[in-house]
């Protein structure tokens, strides 16, 4: 899974160490040398598991797509982003402060056993 590119549709066979790589980045984090330059790729598409060649010459619209599956694999990369968020009361309401009180709720009135404790038989109830 590449940590570059998280939308990736294919995985790329690198021509010069037969490899299998997401992105270039994760090429050169796993290798001392440079990748090869190549007309004829070689891809996986993930969405089928299938190996197909495309000639970057003679590339068209098309050609954006898996020739098994119809995946299309040319996508506008989705890449991590930092970010930093401030959580306020105004602002997100996801963060809602409970306003019950813990001393008057009790684990054994929200039990599927009514109010019975632990180890109660149903007969007892």
Same mark, same amino acid.
């Given at each position: ?32 040398? $440079?990748?090869?330059? /190549?007309? *004829?790729?070689?891809?996986? =598409?993930?969405?089928?598991?299938? @190996?197909?060649? %495309?000639?970057?010459? $003679?590339?068209?619209? /098309?050609? *954006?797509?898996?020739?098994? =599956?119809?995946?299309?694999?040319? @996508?506008?990369? %989705? ?47």
């Amino acid at each position: 899974m590449c940590k570059h590119v998280l939308n990736a549709q294919v995985a790329i066979r690198a021509p010069c160490c037969k490899r299998w790589y997401d992105c270039p980045e994760c090429h050169a984090e796993a290798n001392d040398h $440079e990748l090869k330059k /190549s007309f *004829e790729m070689v891809f996986a =598409c993930k969405k089928c598991k299938k @190996v197909f060649r %495309k000639d970057t010459r $003679e590339y068209e619209e /098309s050609d *954006e797509y898996c020739p098994h =599956c119809d995946n299309h694999y040319v @996508v506008e990369a %989705k890449t991590p982003q930092m970010a930093i968020n401030i959580e306020s009361a105004e602002g997100d309401h996801r963060m809602i402060r409970d306003e019950r009180d813990p001393t008057k709720a009790r684990r054994a009135d929200n039990s599927i056993f009514g109010g019975g404790g632990v180890g109660t038989a149903f007969g007892d109830m």
